[in-house]
Every structure is written in structure tokens, then in C-alpha cells.
């Protein structure tokens, strides 16, 4: 007697297998979506600190303390993409008052995410060597003062 077709038992396994290839496939994805974001957040607080230390040398002062999402006062000349606020990430300027002749650190930039895992891949990779620290879905990157003294 020759048979067609395929028994419920050989669908079932090759669903199976596939679901699992799928989930493994969508777990890859978020992850490189993930690394990608955090590139451009590392790019984008790299082109922030170079502005920063630019108004610096213009002004002699970094900018003032600015919102979240908000680019600081004066700040556009220096930055070609002024967005301090993505989907994924936003931005807060922190003006701190400190000591030495560059007042020390002044400034700090906060990134905050609503995904956690998202901001525990920034705080491992460390935005290219800027000191920080990490608190939940925060992440506060400092900018050293031009003297480098933080």
C-alpha cells in the first residue's frame, strides 16, 4: 500500500522546529537592534561632547542647563543634528557647578530609555570611555572640564 501525505505527527514536529527557529531568529533581531541603537547613541553623545568642548572654546563656559529632549541654549552652530530626543532615547543637558580654573566637571548628559535592556547594553559598553553611572533606566555620561579635572 503506498502512502501520501504526511501524518499529523511529522507536521507537528516540523511546526516545532520552525517556532524555535522563529523565536531564535526574533531574539537575534531585538538583540542587533539593540547594538545599533547604542552605536548611534554613542555616536550622538560623542558629537555632543565635541560641541560642547567647541562652545567652550567660542565662550569660555560650557551651556547652560537644558530639559529633557531639549538641545542647550546656543548649542546649535555646533551640533549639524540638533535632536536631543529619538523614539528609542532621550537626552538632558546637566549644567553642575564645580571647581578649578574650567570649573572642574560641569556637565553631565542623561540618557534615559524606557528599555532597560537597551540602557544595560549602554552602561556596559561605556559610550567610548566617557565616565558615567547607571541608575535603573538612566544613564549619566560626564563631560570633563578642558583643564581635565573632573
Known amino acids: 500500500m503506498m502512502r501520501r501525505g504526511f501524518t499529523i505527527i511529522e507536521l507537528l ?4 522546529v520552525l517556532a524555535i527557529l522563529a523565536a531564535i531568529a526574533v531574539l537575534k533581531y531585538i538583540d542587533v537592534r539593540n547594538h545599533a541603537i547604542v552605536a548611534g547613541v554613542q555616536s ?15 565662550k569660555n ?3 547652560p542647563d ?3 529632549g531639549v538641545m542647550p541654549a546656543g548649542m546649535a552652530p555646533y551640533l549639524q543634528d540638533g535632536t536631543f530626543a ?4 532621550t537626552f538632558d543637558w546637566e549644567n553642575f557647578q564645580g571647581s578649578g580654573p574650567s570649573g572642574g566637571m560641569q556637565v553631565g ?3 534615559s530609555s524606557p528599555d532597560a535592556g537597551l540602557m544595560a547594553l549602554l552602561s556596559r559598553r561605556a559610550a567610548g570611555g ?10 549619566v555620561f ?9
Request: proline share 10%; glycine share 8%; aromatic share 16%.
Open 130 to 139: 566617557l565616565p558615567y553611572f547607571a541608575v535603573g533606566n538612566t544613564v
Open 142 to 150: 560626564m563631560i570633563v572640564g578642558p583643564d581635565g579635572v573632573m
Open 109 to 111: 548628559i542623561v540618557v
Open 86 to 89: 529619538s523614539p528609542q532615547y
Open 66 to 68: 537644558a530639559g529633557p
Open 13 to 16: 514536529v516540523v511546526f516545532v
Open 61 to 63: 563656559a560650557f551651556p
Open 44 to 58: 550622538d553623545l560623542n558629537s555632543v561632547r565635541l560641541a560642547a568642548y567647541n562652545y567652550w572654546a567660542d
